[in-house]
């Protein structure tokens, strides 16, 4: 009576740890089915969030690319600079990079954190500290490239 207990088991066993495809439902008994159907389920919440995770890191790569690809060439042309006072007008770019790349990865972090919240629960409310937390750090590079600073007092 426990054979197919037993054959699940096995299917579930001999799995590569990365393998998120659906167990098969044929030629199990009825009882074992609501038991697989919500395991199944499991599994396809798990590829969603594997899925996510992976578009995360692509879009988290590729807005990191272009300011850090702006600051190693800053960097290099103030390293071959012929006087003090061109090394600092391209060491102040170098700066501004660093701060947008900075801007940037808070940026990320704050979105990968909405969207796990997102996850966790639809219903969820959200506080209005965080939403204007992330509105502020949007709008942080715009305020900067008017000689303008937004401070969020908490």
Known sequence: SLRPVAVVRRLIGSRHPLDLAPLPLTNLPRELQPLLTSFNSLLAQLDAAMQAERRFIADAAHELRAPLAAMMAHAQLAACASDLESSKATLAKLVQGAERSARLSEQLLDSARLDV???????????????????????EQTAGQHKQAITLLT
């Not at 919240?117 to 709008?139: G, I, K, N």
């Open 117 to 139: 919240s997102r996850v966790v629960s639809e219903a969820q409310r959200v506080a209005m500290h965080e939403l204007v937390s992330v509105v502020v750090h949007d709008f």
